[in-house]
């Protein structure tokens, strides 16, 4: 059992380097991994350059790049000699980094070159000190453009004897560690701000549910400016002394497939959205490839054996080893969480949110219940709030020390969601069930009042839409008292279940488009047929380009609702 003398990063990095020496840390895939003596050298290094620059305790220092194990040694650099690091997320526009430079009033940033560009932005009186990520060592002369193909390196890991004198600030726990700008659904973008306890602690706890050894080996595919990759996925293998390794190109399945031949990992961490690909254009279609399969897979007991005949395949693809799949950051569908389910794949669903550094609920793979999201963590209270007498349900509230400081610069925003007595309003709504399992059931903010009072969650609807063959995606809210349902097609399913769809619709004089819009009537009779009679929509109208969405693949609903209404 490792023990620490105070919840920071500064004591982790200290501890896991006296621990695991010589043990891999952080690489990316196919190159040789930092030891974690090496990483610790690399921080002592990066944090002795900051305060050389005149970086203090409590300033804040931007960090703008993708996964890699230079963003690593960043963030430990910053947080380790007590200035406050503030993750930005590399979807963001120029126009976003902007805001975010200028509302924390970061004095510098570690940026990467394919992010460099970002900074153009900005004008020269807000230009922080500038650090380039790739190599970890700072820009003189701020220029234009940078050769975004510029590859990561760094200097050799030996004490640098230019800062022997440097001594650096120490963090204490109640320290400010990061501020985390989220983009939300809501539109609102707000800086969380997350102490180094808030962190450790979170992680501590989560330890309880779901151990970590330093034999385990991650493949990181979120990103790490997001606190659910960072605080599950990077700081709390830091914590044990596992090795994670990270992709130098986007995650499609000719990169990703051979990365997981290679490292074999142990545990993984995914949205939905990666998990529903695969079963709906890959593993799905297998299994209901003829029509004698396709009436077996309708039948419970057929299902069950063909799901796990390809839930070892799945099991295969990601290298074999994995014990822990935890899929966080939004919904799964039903259909998918079946599978996995019924297939025996050793998944988790954890439910949490950036103001909770992150985690709120979860459980190890072999207590998992279908459709519910683990239990609270230990050493956290969660209540349900206002509970619906019939139903149970009600708003989640937790209370810890996981729980945020609040919104940096708004005091406003953070009365609304934390109690004077320091109970986080997380606005989902779900029930706690006698063996104290948490079962989420949509967002209060979404939550559609029928006509007679009936409480509609419109995930529910979407839910049922997107496990139609067709659809991809859907999105159901209410305008002038009907539910009306934006359905993004597979059109790809489309043209493979009419066999001649194109030259079909061509001899007919009629677009692919023109055709799809008959389809709507099929998919509304199908919703329609599976849900309570207050909840079926009146209207699917198609979604031709892709939705907005949320780092953790979250439709930005509020783009979308405030347009049709």
Not at 88 to 108: C, M, T, W, Y
Not at 146 to 174: H, K
Not at 353 to 376: D, I, K, Q, Y
């Amino acid at each position: 059992m490792v023990t620490y003398s105070s919840l920071t990063l500064k004591d982790v990095l200290n501890q896991s380097r006296i621990l695991y020496a010589d043990r891999p840390s952080l690489a990316f895939v196919g190159e040789k991994s930092l030891s974690y003596c090496e990483l610790s050298i690399h921080v002592n290094n990066v944090s002795c350059m900051l305060s050389t620059m005149g970086i203090e305790k409590g300033d804040r220092v931007a960090l703008l790049g993708e996964n890699s194990p230079n963003w690593g040694v960043a963030y430990l650099a910053i947080t380790c000699m007590g200035a406050v690091v503030v993750p930005i997320l590399p979807d963001f526009s120029g126009v976003e980094v902007k805001r975010i430079l200028n509302h924390s009033q970061a004095k510098a940033i570690f940026i990467s070159a394919k992010q460099y560009s970002k900074l153009q932005a900005l004008e020269a009186k807000e230009m922080p000190e500038i650090l380039l990520l790739n190599n970890l060592e700072v820009v003189t002369s701020y220029a234009n453009k940078v050769d975004g193909s510029i590859g990561y390196s760094r200097p050799e890991p030996v004490l640098n004897i230019d800062f022997c004198n440097v001594d650096t600030p120490e963090p204490m726990e109640e320290d400010l560690a990061a501020i985390i700008y989220t983009s939300g659904t809501t539109g609102r973008p707000k800086g969380v701000m997350l102490t180094h306890k808030n962190l450790i602690s979170n992680a501590l706890s989560t330890f309880q549910i779901q151990n970590i050894k330093s034999t385990d080996r991650l493949v990181s595919l979120l990103p790490l400016s997001h606190t659910y990759e960072c605080t599950i996925g990077f700081i709390m293998p830091l914590m044990r002394g596992a090795s994670v390794y990270y992709l130098q190109k986007p995650p499609t399945p000719p990169v990703l497939i051979p990365a997981l031949q290679e490292i074999k990992p142990t545990m993984m961490l995914v949205v939905p959205l990666i998990i529903e690909k695969v079963f709906r254009s890959k593993i799905l279609p297998q299994l209901t490839s003829s029509n004698i399969s396709a009436r077996l897979y309708k039948i419970p007991l057929f299902r069950k054996v063909l799901h796990k005949i390809a839930a070892r395949k799945l099991h295969k693809t990601f290298g074999g080893q994995l014990h822990f799949f935890g899929v966080g950051g939004a919904k799964l569908s039903y259909d998918v969480e079946r599978f996995l389910y019924e297939g025996g794949f050793p998944y988790s669903i954890g439910y949490g949110m950036t103001e909770a550094s992150p985690l709120l609920s979860g459980c190890t793979p072999s207590l998992v219940r279908f459709r519910c999201a683990g239990f609270s963590l230990p050493g956290q209270e969660m209540k349900v709030v206002n509970p619906n007498q019939t139903t149970g349900e009600g708003e989640v509230w937790v209370r810890g020390a996981n729980v945020m400081e609040g919104y940096y610069k708004d005091e406003e925003l953070t009365r609304e969601v934390l109690t004077d007595d320091g109970w986080l309003k997380t606005g989902d709504l779900g029930v706690i069930h006698s063996n104290g399992f948490l079962e989420l059931r949509g967002r209060l903010k979404n939550m559609i009042v029928g006509p007679s009072g009936e409480n509609i969650y419109p995930e529910d609807i979407e839910e049922v839409i997107n496990s139609h063959s067709l659809v991809l995606e859907s999105l159901v809210y209410e305008i002038g008292g009907k539910l009306v349902a934006k359905v993004l097609l597979n059109y790809e399913a489309l043209e493979s279940k009419y066999v001649n769809f194109k030259e079909a619709a061509v001899s007919m004089q009629q677009s692919v488009q023109d055709r799809a819009k008959g389809i709507m009537d099929e998919i509304k009779h199908y919703a329609n047929s599976k849900v309570a009679s207050f909840s079926k929509v009146s209207l699917v109208v198609e979604q031709v380009e892709p939705f907005e969405k949320t780092p953790t693949h979250k439709i930005k609903r509020f783009i979308y609702t405030t347009i049709s209404k």
